[in-house]
């Protein structure tokens, strides 16, 4: 419990991982203590509420919708 719906490996070596919440949704403990977990060891962790916040998680890396 606690992972990512999303985990997406990118050309660069990096990682980021995507939760799909609904609008007002919140992460369970077990996904927030996962989130600090992944942060800490360089990983980009998003909260995805709308198709708006994904468009600007994949902009920071360089893709679009």
């Known amino acids: ?12 070596s990096k990682v980021i991982h995507i939760e799909f ?3 007002g949704g919140k992460l369970s403990e077990a996904q927030d ?4 977990k992944l942060e800490e060891i360089g990983h980009k962790y998003y909260v995805i509420h709308s198709s708006d ?3 600007v998680a994949l902009t920071e890396h360089g893709y679009s919708l």
Do not use: E, H, S
């Open 1 to 12: 419990a606690g992972m990512a719906d999303l985990i997406v490996f990118l050309p660069d």
């Open 53 to 55: 916040d994904l468009a």
């Open 33 to 36: 203590n996962w989130k600090k």
């Open 21 to 23: 919440k609904r609008l």
